[in-house]
């Protein structure tokens, strides 16, 4: 199995670059239905794909360059219907969080313009392909987004796993990790572990798609991120009772996304080799991108962090080398044999889920 090693040394470059990146936008690319279906993994239950020129659009800031990104947010043509270009357009500029200043070196040590220091051609503009995909469907379904920059370094194979961070949607490490994975060759495989925002308004009727647009339920059946499941006469009588209210996936799902965070860092890794070996095996080493042959690096932050780290205690078949986690969250295992003391003293209930603290 390769080494973390044949990545650049994770040194405070790293921790630079990780904390101001950015990623694409949609615009003016085609979709493609995938040809060959079985490649996929089976629990993929739809996919697209789209190209980036890396000047009109691009994988690392959405067509805006690196100038754009530290300015206003780019606005919708009509603000009460944007497209799915337009909202990934906004996730990708609020992802980077550059509009609030330059301190701390950004675009002269760190982000989308510059690597290891060195300014980049083009802006901070990647060009490449987007593969987004969804697995599972309405309240059970996660959502995945891998890019595979056209420079992707086939001799040396890597893959930046970067599942999201809070309640975040898929796009949200676009500005942490995606820039130091493109910037270095790498594919870079997001998720929003299940809890991307989604809702469900009983009064309209309007749920939201998988891609952020949103609509009358009978317009995205099938393809609704969250659903809170009422038949109509339901739905018409809690709005009788309780008007105006909304359901949210997190809130009201019924489901337990923490439970299977490693579960889809390891899948959005998973789809990542596939969709190298579908459609990127001209120049792939001997035997296709596999464990093996592909360094792959997990990382994240907050719960994020925590769904990496989970990731590399799930990870049965070697398809993890190296996990990158900023302040994780985690639930621990009982601290059996662990004492825990802050300021001399010892704390008699460390590592209790958050509802014991609130309790």
């Known amino acids: 199995m390769p080494s973390a090693g044949r990545l650049p040394a994770l040194s405070r470059p790293l921790a630079l670059a990780l904390t101001a990146a950015l990623v694409s936008p949609l615009a003016h690319a085609a979709d ?3 040809s060959a279906r079985s490649a996929l993994p089976s629990f993929i239950s739809e996919l697209t794909e789209r190209r980036y020129d890396g000047r009109s659009d691009d994988l690392l800031t959405a067509g805006l360059g690196f100038a754009g990104l530290r300015g206003p947010m780019p606005r919708a043509a009509d603000p009460d219907r944007p497209t799915a270009a337009e909202l990934r357009r906004q996730a990708v500029w ?40 969804v697995a599972g469907s309405g ?9 595979v920059p056209d420079g992707f370094d086939r001799a040396r194979p890597c893959v930046v796993a970067a599942p999201a961070t809070g309640l975040g949607g898929v796009y949200s490490m676009v500005g942490t990790a995606g820039a130091w994975g493109l910037h270095h060759r790498c594919a870079v495989a997001y998720t929003d572990k299940g809890m991307g925002p989604a809702f469900d308004d009983p009064h309209s009727g309007t749920v939201m798609g998988y891609d952020g647009t949103t609509g009358p339920r009978a317009r995205l059946h099938g393809r609704t991120a969250f659903d809170a499941g009422l038949s109509d006469a339901e739905r018409a009588r809690f709005d009788a009772e309780h008007p105006y209210r909304v359901a949210y996936k997190m ?6 996304p923490q439970a299977t965070w490693g579960r889809d860092v390891l899948r959005s890794i998973r789809l990542a080799l596939a969709v190298l070996n ?27 962090g925590g769904a990496a780290v989970a990731a590399g205690e799930e990870d049965r078949g070697g398809l993890v080398d190296a996990v990158v986690a900023s302040e994780p969250q985690l639930n621990l295992a009982p601290l059996n044999g662990v004492r825990v003391r ?11 889920p958050l509802i014991r603290y609130n309790a």
Do not use: C, I
């Open 251 to 256: 809130a009201h799902s019924g489901m337990n």
């Open 32 to 34: 493609r239905t995938p």
């Open 278 to 304: 579908r459609d990127w095996r001209a120049g792939a080493p001997g035997g296709g991108y596999t464990p093996a042959s592909t360094t792959v690096l997990a990382t994240g932050v907050s719960n994020g």
């Open 94 to 133: 609020a992802s980077a969080g550059l509009s609030a200043g330059s301190g701390g070196g950004l675009g002269r040590l760190y982000g989308p313009d510059v690597d290891r220091g060195r300014p980049v051609p083009g802006d901070g503009k990647v060009a490449g392909v987007e593969y987004r995909a």
């Open 139 to 147: 309240a059970h379904s996660v959502s995945f987004v891998v890019q």
């Open 342 to 352: 802050q300021g001399g003293r010892a704390v008699p209930a460390a590592g209790l």
